[in-house]
């Protein structure tokens, strides 16, 4: 009997007819049948094998879950130490910044010229209280000269320094202006 049944199922060639319509009406015999054959035996081995292949794997991955939880922890601890550590550099490299802003040339240049300014305006008032407290002194006869007060060489002295520090800050801002002075930045 060569039917496509015997053709696609060849372990069913033995049946009967007869058995093969009781195979086909009694659940049972069909199911004794059906786990008789040679590949559904081979199937549920391979399904078998997989499920105990999968509890293994379950088993290790159990056995690996507490590791992972405390990696994945010291993960999170890390990246929030990084973070934290991130936020603290922009905050050092604005303090930074800031400092090395002072020792600019610009800003050197600027507080050269504040300086030069002021160093003449001291020796400037230095000269203009001199000269208003020698007015309202008394004068020796003759001689023009006053009797008492401040000593003109202390007076000299405290003016020509206040002018040799002025004259010193003038000259380093001309040789600034003319381009003398270089600035190296290490």
């Given at each position: 009997m060569a039917s496509t049944l015997v053709t696609d199922f060849p372990e069913l060639a033995h049946l009967s007819r007869e058995d093969l319509e009781d195979l086909l009406s009694?659940?049972?015999?069909?199911?004794?049948?059906?786990?008789?054959?040679?590949y559904v035996k081979d199937l549920y081995k391979?399904?078998?094998?997989?499920?105990?292949?999968?509890?293994?794997?379950?088993?290790?991955?159990?056995?690996?879950?507490?590791r992972l939880y405390d990696l994945r922890s010291e993960t999170k601890d890390a990246f929030d130490e990084a973070k934290r550590l991130e936020a603290r550099?922009?905050?050092?490299?604005?303090?930074?910044?800031?400092?090395?802003?002072r020792f600019s040339p610009q800003f050197l240049l600027m507080r050269l010229r504040h300086s030069t300014t002021s160093q003449d305006e001291e020796s400037e008032a230095l000269a203009t209280s001199f000269v208003q407290q020698?007015?309202?002194?008394?004068?020796?006869?003759?001689?023009?000269?006053?009797?008492?007060?401040?000593?003109?060489?202390?007076?000299?002295?405290?003016f020509k320094e206040l002018r040799k520090v002025y004259h010193k800050r003038a000259l380093w801002g001309e040789k600034w202006a003319n381009g003398q002075v270089i600035w190296r930045e290490d």
């Open positions: 009694d659940p049972v015999y069909f199911q004794a049948v059906f786990h008789s054959l040679s391979s399904q078998a094998e997989l499920g105990l292949a999968n509890e293994a794997i379950a088993k290790n991955n159990l056995a690996l879950q507490q550099w922009k905050e050092l490299e604005k303090e930074q910044k800031e400092v090395y802003q020698e007015s309202s002194l008394p004068v020796e006869s003759g001689t023009g000269t006053p009797k008492s007060g401040r000593d003109v060489d202390d007076f000299v002295k405290e």
